[in-house]
């Protein structure tokens, strides 16, 4: 038995959505992935720790190549970090969309990905901003993400001294 190949035309934003999400659940079925769209939580009730990972990796990899350029640079440019979420876990977002635009052969200057990890950040972080753009001559992603996780680490240690319990107490004479 010959195995088919299967094509599915790539979403670039001017052709119709419902059409590409419907050919691309039926390639993920095709490729046993089904399970991939169901969500992650939902996922481990039917498989494996080892085999989710597995299958959320190919599930991504196929919507990723079934993607254009523009809509993954839109995903890239639009891309914005939100205050109720973990900083670490945004970060990780942002360079997961890196890597699918250089996956595809869309390369990204160093100093471009640190400008838009900058403006991503929520305004809570707007004097660090500040900083990072003009306290500098180049900038890279390295330094954003090093100094932020700098910054990050001397603010927990400024709350534990806080709750350390540490207190003045009056003494009764």
Known sequence: MTAAKYDVKKFIGTNDFGLWRMKMKALLAHQGLYEAMLGEKSLLDFISEK???????????????????????????????????????????FNKLIMDLKNIGVAIEDEDQALLLLISLP???????????????????????????????NQRSDLKKFESGDG?????K
């Open 51 to 93: 085999d989710k990972k597995e299958t959320l990796i190919k599930a991504h990899s196929a919507i990723i190549l079934t993607l254009g350029d523009k809509i993954l640079r839109k995903a890239l440019y639009s891309f914005k970090m939100m205050e109720d979420k973990s900083v670490a876990e945004q970060i990780d977002e």
């Open 123 to 153: 305004n809570s972080f707007g004097q660090f901003k500040d900083t990072m753009l003009c306290g500098r001559g180049s900038i890279t992603l390295d330094g954003v993400e090093s100094t932020f996780d700098s910054k990050e680490l």
């Open 168 to 172: 003045l107490y009056e003494r009764q």
